[in-house]
T-cell receptor, first 114, second 113 residues
Framework: DQQVKQNSPSLSVQEGRISILNCDYT??????FLWYKKYPAEGPTFLIS?????DKNEDGRFTVFLNKSAKHLSLHIVPSQPGDSAVYFC?????????????FGKGITLSVRP | DAGITQSPRHKVTETGTPVTLRCHQT?????MYWYRQDPGHGLRLIHY???????DKGEVSDGYSVSRSKTEDFLLTLESATSSQTSVYFC????????????FGDGTRLSIL
């Protein structure tokens, strides 16, 4: 049973345009959500996170939106740059301390065309 | 960048042999994790540790064991490697505060022939 779903395996956008990456979850106990970016042959790099008490968090070109009623979050990248081309993982956790294990989606490959 | 070093970075071995992967951190973080990444599965948690000598199982722990005798080192052992354990293995660390992100090492690519 997949608790974090990234239903689109890939996305291609033009440089300078907006990239919107979507993620759905099924576990209502999740209260912390994260996005990671991964380049080939490297480990995932933390990008941005959001707590369930918020519905939006911004960091530069990256904004994460959380819709708890729909159990949906999205990552917006504006403007998209060729260096943003990577695999993006959505992850979620429930609770704190030893309970804060991350559950990951399968990832989405973003390609930004020059 | 978080101070996480995984070794070896690449390893090829034969079915039935024991394999140990090492994760070393310089951040003095309490929590350490081992994941595997496979096509079509994202990252899946194998084992994690919440302190020295304190470990617990994750989602895909069968065939793996771990040990943590020092804060900075977390070892993952495949007692008798099988071809299904061919994968890329990532170590991650996080602090003890609420809602801290995990930070990952660069991975170990393990091939079992």
């Amino acid at each position: 049973d997949q608790q974090v779903k990234q239903n689109s395996p890939s996305l291609s956008v033009q440089e300078g345009r907006i990239s919107i990456l979507n993620c759905d979850y099924t576990n209502s106990m999740f209260d912390y959500f994260l996005w990671y970016k991964k380049y080939p042959a490297e480990g995932p790099t933390f990008l941005i996170s959001i707590s369930s008490i918020k519905d939006k968090n911004e960091d530069g070109r990256f904004t994460v939106f959380l819709n708890k009623s729909a159990k949906h979050l999205s990552l917006h990248i504006v403007p998209s740059q060729p260096g943003d081309s990577a695999v993006y993982f959505c992850a979620a956790s429930a609770g704190t301390g030893a309970n804060s294990k991350l559950t990951f989606g399968k990832g989405i490959t973003l390609s930004v065309r020059p | 960048d978080a101070g996480i070093t995984q070794s070896p970075r690449h390893k090829v071995t034969e079915t039935g042999t024991p394999v140990t992967l090492r994760c070393h951190q310089t951040e003095n973080h309490r929590y350490m994790y081992w994941y595997r990444q496979d096509p079509g599965h994202g990252l899946r948690l194998i084992h994690y540790s919440y302190g020295v000598k304190d470990t617990d199982k994750g989602e895909v722990s069968d065939g793996y064991s771990v040990s943590r005798s020092k804060t900075e080192d977390f070892l993952l052992t495949l007692e008798s490697a099988t071809s299904s354990q061919t994968s890329v293995y990532f170590c991650a660390i996080s602090g003890a505060r609420v809602h801290q992100p995990q930070h990952f090492g660069d991975g170990t690519r393990l091939s079992i022939l």
